[in-house]
């Protein structure tokens, strides 16, 4: 809306209430009260400026999503460039703080009066978003230099902020407070023409959407090169806890954990691979590991490419059973959810099957072990990769913990709303299956057949997206009979193979590790353990008889399963419950623009179709 429509008008009586109902309408969350009221103690203010400045009909696009992310800045103001006459655009970090000042003298952290614990700097918060914007919105993908970027610290005197000014030294790092008011309102009138922004703003609006710069793709580069990835708000502050707790390493002597949370494509390989990339050029002694074979064996294939120094920098958890302690600076432990009770398996010698927990080997590997992990993406048995069990090991170790979680959503269009509406569907959150009302940032499809799944998918595919079809272990899984796979996946008429067991090719089959990524992979039926940790635009999701919808919920069928991890006697149906949630969890957030379901029993279907109602194709 134009600024001077928010000022004196019954629209700034209930700006909050308008917002948070907006947002619920589009997020399906509710915005908690100290939100709230930020938006109106903040956005007023700014509103006020920009008439003040003679600038009353610049647009003020509130709470802006940043596309294929939940992220949202604060404030982008659209109006016409005072210099060029062409659209210009400035992102506005809003901050209530009135005092603040750098966490032990890292320019990138901060700690705020008032406020608990360390927070990201705003001029690197806010550079981040301009960044993201010109990186994603093809309207301003050409001309970077039309989008800029302040921080407003309107409630701070500039003696009680004055460390954050070292950093504000470009155009999307312009820094302001109250004691700068005029300064910002000289600073707004060099920017903007006192014209209406309104067609700047639509074209921002209703501009296409790049790809992504999705993991795989730029690994290469962000190792070997420079940094490709712009990291986002809590992405950052995870990054620069690292650093911190890698330079106090160097400098004292120190050890600290350092664990990140987040759900499907929130960024923790982003992270991951942001830290390796900077600390390996430093000169750091870093390694990355995984528990996951498809995705370590992924990185060393798109990552290490040409290069077996780089491949030996992904390891495997299990790789550092006789690691020396403190050996490496930096230990980053990538789909840490997929840590085990211990690393011995029926290979281990048994001079080494001595007990220990895998977590305490992968601890004591570095000074700086850093774990990233989702806690609803534990789906074997053996796997205890949580928040809890990895604090309570540091604890007996008398060791720091930093734990960060992210809120950023960036697989599935960036639509919190639909992880939420999974969760809950799998009653992995509480509240019970809800009505899909749709998002304009990603689709849900129910098919009628496994045929009409297959073929949504291969007409998404000749329209130049990826897609991937998998589906719950609820068939038998053969060898390979005379070079060819079988096909075990049969649904009526229709039947697919499932994936390749190891890691060769089968004709034109890619071996397991590569299914996701790899052409041919659209072929056959992807598992859990070959989708998890990846991506794809379109993710087809066959529902076995192994979970069901009684009684308007959904329930697992322990016998129609056929993953031989889940026939032991040890595993009470509770876990067995709990992990098959988790498994169907990560298969249906694995697309970035849609997910196709396709359920075998007849009665979950129809539970499908009500909850999607009209959004149904």
């Not at 009221?37 to 009909?57: F, I, M, N, Y």
Request: charged letters at 25%; proline letters at 4%; one cysteine or more.
């Amino acid at each position: 809306m134009p600024a001077e429509n928010l000022i004196g008008s019954k629209v700034e009586d209930r700006l909050s209430e308008i917002l948070a109902e907006n947002l619920q309408k589009i997020t399906g969350r509710w915005t908690p009260e100290p939100e709230r009221r930020s938006w109106e103690r903040s956005l007023p203010v700014l509103a006020r400026d920009l008439v003040d400045a003679g600038l009353g009909k610049v647009e003020m696009l509130i709470e802006y999503q940043l596309p294929l992310t939940s992220r949202r800045a604060d404030v982008v103001l659209a109006g016409v460039d005072a210099r060029t006459g062409e659209d210009a655009y400035v992102v506005v970090e809003l901050k209530q703080w009135s005092h603040a000042e750098l966490y032990e003298e890292d320019e990138h952290l901060v700690l705020v009066e008032g406020y608990r614990g360390e927070h990201g700097h705003p001029l690197l918060q806010v550079q981040g978003y301009c960044d993201y914007i010109t990186d994603f919105v093809g309207y301003v993908s050409e001309r970077p230099e039309a989008v800029r970027g302040v921080a407003y610290l309107h409630n701070a005197a500039d003696l009680d902020v004055q460390d954050l000014f070292q950093l504000a030294s470009t155009e999307r790092t312009r820094l302001f407070t109250k004691t700068r008011r005029g300064a910002f309102l000289e600073y707004l009138r060099s920017q903007f023409a006192p014209a209406a922004g309104a067609k700047a703003a639509d074209r921002l609006l209703d501009s296409a959407t790049r790809p992504s710069k999705q993991l795989l793709k730029l690994a290469a580069a962000e190792i070997k090169d420079r940094e490709q990835f712009t990291l986002l708000a809590e992405q950052r502050v995870a990054y620069d806890l690292v650093q911190h707790a890698v330079r106090n390493a160097e400098h004292s002597d120190s050890k600290e954990v350092v664990i990140v949370t987040g759900g499907p494509g929130s960024g923790k390989s982003v992270i991951a691979l942001s830290l390796l990339g900077d600390l390996s050029r430093r000169g750091v002694s870093v390694l990355h590991a995984t528990g996951s074979r498809s995705f370590t064996q992924t990185m060393r294939r798109h990552v290490g490419k040409g290069s077996s120094r780089v491949k030996n920098m992904f390891m495997y958890f299990n790789s550092f059973m006789q690691a020396e302690k403190n050996r490496l600076d930096v230990l980053i432990c990538d789909e840490a959810h997929r840590i085990r009770e211990t690393s011995a398996n029926r290979f281990t010698r048994a001079a080494q099957r001595t007990g220990r927990p895998q977590v305490d080997e992968l601890i004591a590997a570095a000074r700086v072990p850093v774990f990233l992990l989702d806690e609803h993406q534990v789906v074997k048995p053996n796997e205890i990769g949580t928040v809890e069990a990895i604090e309570s090991h540091a604890a007996k170790l008398g060791l720091k913990v930093r734990h960060v979680p992210l809120d950023g959503q960036f697989r599935c269009g960036g639509s919190r709303k639909y992880e939420a509406w999974v969760l809950r569907l799998l009653d992995l959150e509480p509240g019970g299956p809800e009505p899909w009302t749709g998002d304009d940032h990603f689709e849900v499809r129910l098919a009628e057949s496994p045929w009409e799944l297959e073929d949504t998918l291969q007409n998404k595919l000749k329209d130049g997206y990826s897609a991937r079809i998998s589906a719950g272990y609820c068939w038998p899984w053969s060898d390979p009979q005379d070079g060819r796979l079988v096909d075990d996946v049969r649904i009526g008429d229709w039947a697919r193979p499932w994936n390749v067991k190891g890691e060769r090719a089968v004709g034109d089959a890619p071996a397991s590790a590569l299914w996701a990524t790899f052409d041919g992979g659209f072929e056959q039926v992807g598992c859990v353990y070959t989708a998890q940790g990846f991506e794809y635009d379109w993710s087809g999701v066959i529902l076995g008889p192994d979970i069901v919808a009684r009684d308007g919920r959904l329930v697992t069928v322990r016998q129609a399963n056929k993953d031989p991890d889940f026939k032991r006697r040890t595993i009470t149906d509770a876990q067995y419950a709990r992990h098959i949630r988790n498994i169907y969890k990560v298969l249906l957030t694995r697309g970035m623009v849609g997910t196709v379901v396709y359920a075998v029993d007849p009665g979950t279907q129809e539970f499908l179709a009500e909850l999607l109602g009209e959004t149904r194709s």
